[in-house]
């Protein structure tokens, strides 16, 4: 009797890697850079700062920079070693300054001190956004107001990926100052804040 080749039953493949949604990229970016700011300053120096719009000088990043600055904006108050001013402070300023809104990568000494002045701050975040091939690299520099030199740096990485679902089309949109977000219904009013990630957690509706 001939023997029978021996069956080799197929093996689990590999396990599958859990897709990280856009919202946690950012997150995790904006915590990295919260925590290497931090780390650079003294463990009793608790600082009033604005943070300056970040710059993309990849004509790429499109509403990262946006959605990076506004989660860095929370991180750092979450460190209780800053008292954050608030982007609608920080925007008037800009324009009064006549800054562009999508941010400045150098700013002058003259410039800081007078954001500095109408903010009642003591430093500013300056933060851009590079190339890196497959991902974006961000830069962020704390400038003390007085100085105008560079206290603490911080750097951090996140993929193409958290713009781009892979078809081009892009998850993270755009904040539009400018776009209708409340409608009256009778006496019910109804207030929808600009949605901020697409495809993550970070959905606002709000009803007054």
């Known amino acids: 009797m001939t023997p029978q080749p021996a069956v080799t039953q197929p093996g689990p493949g590999p396990t599958p890697t859990p897709s990280v949604s856009p919202a946690r990229l950012i997150e995790t970016a904006s915590q990295t850079l919260a925590n290497q700011l931090v780390s650079n300053l003294p463990a009793d120096k608790k600082l009033r700062i604005g943070i300056v719009p970040f710059s993309d ?5 499109g509403a990262l920079a946006q959605a990076l600055q506004e989660s860095l904006r929370n991180q750092l108050f979450l460190s209780k070693r800053f008292d954050v ?3 609608t402070d ?8 006549q ?3 999508q941010g400045q990568g150098v700013l002058s000494q003259e410039t800081i001190q007078r954001m500095g002045e109408l903010l009642a701050a003591e430093a500013v975040v300056v ?10 690299g961000v830069n962020c520099r704390l400038v003390p107001i007085k100085s105008g030199v560079i206290a603490s740096v911080a750097t951090a990485t996140v993929p193409k ?3 781009s679902d892979g078809s081009g089309k892009r998850t993270v ?3 539009n100052e400018n776009t209708e977000t409340a409608k009256s219904f009778g006496d019910l009013r109804v207030e929808l804040q ?3 990630i697409v495809n993550g957690k970070d959905y606002l509706l709000s009803m007054t």
């Open 85 to 87: 001013v608030e982007d």
């Open 194 to 196: 600009p949605l901020r």
């Open 90 to 97: 920080m925007q008037k300023v800009l324009r009064e300054l």
């Open 173 to 175: 949109e755009a904040r």
């Open 99 to 101: 800054i562009q809104e």
């Open 57 to 61: 000088k990849t004509g790429q990043a």
């Open 127 to 136: 933060g851009t956004i590079t190339d890196l091939i497959s991902d974006f």
């Open 161 to 163: 990926s958290a713009i």
